[in-house]
């Protein structure tokens, strides 16, 4: 299946949830984080400027950001890329938090994690921040925290995805 992309500028939250979230077809809008600091500022230059000690644990192992930027970029070949090397952007790192914001973009919304149901909940809402290179991938098909409808925005770089239609989850 191609999945159509579009101007998310030239595009309506309405036409969003009739033509897409409603009958279940993926879109791609494109430039939609224009409206977001993080847009043409995270990089993995950025990142070891002002990030570079902070850590993370992937597979039980730990790194600072530095040491992530270079192995993702391959300044560093001798040792596996690790994936997916996460950060929390909320709780975990509220610094960033203003840079992604307004979090819906103007299209994913309602956001059923703003509601206090879920903030009670063990992954209620969570952001998270994924880095990765060549050859990472998600260890696991899988659909998201209770069900919910996957928002991923791309912020550098590219990466492939691959989705099912409704009726083979
Ligand atoms: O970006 C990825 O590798 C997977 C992201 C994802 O599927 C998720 O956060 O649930």
């Not at 159509?4 to 897409?20: P, T």
């Not at 847009?39 to 040491?67: A, C, D, I, L």
């Not at 879920?118 to 880095?131: A, S, V």
Request: contains cysteine; aromatic residues 16%; glycine residues 10%.
């Amino acid at each position: 299946m191609e999945v159509k992309k579009v101007e998310a500028s030239e595009f309506s939250h309405e036409r969003f949830i009739n033509e897409h979230w409603k009958p279940g077809i993926p879109l791609v809008l494109k430039n939609a984080t224009r409206v977001w600091g993080a847009y043409n500022t995270f990089s993995p230059e950025w990142f070891r400027k002002n990030h570079g000690s902070r850590k993370t644990v992937v597979n039980g192992q730990e790194y600072t950001m530095t040491e992530i930027m270079d192995l993702v970029e391959g300044k560093d070949t001798s040792r596996p890329v690790p994936y997916p090397c996460k950060y929390e952007l909320g709780g975990g790192w509220p610094e960033l938090t203003h840079m992604i914001t307004p979090l819906n973009i103007g299209f994913a919304k309602p956001n059923w994690m703003e509601s206090s149901w879920f903030r009670r909940g063990y992954w209620g809402g969570i952001t998270e921040l994924f880095i990765g290179g060549p050859g990472g991938k998600f260890p696991y098909v899988h659909l998201d925290y209770y069900h919910m409808s996957a928002w991923i925005n791309q912020i550098y770089g590219h990466k492939e995805f691959t989705v099912w239609p409704r009726g083979q989850d």
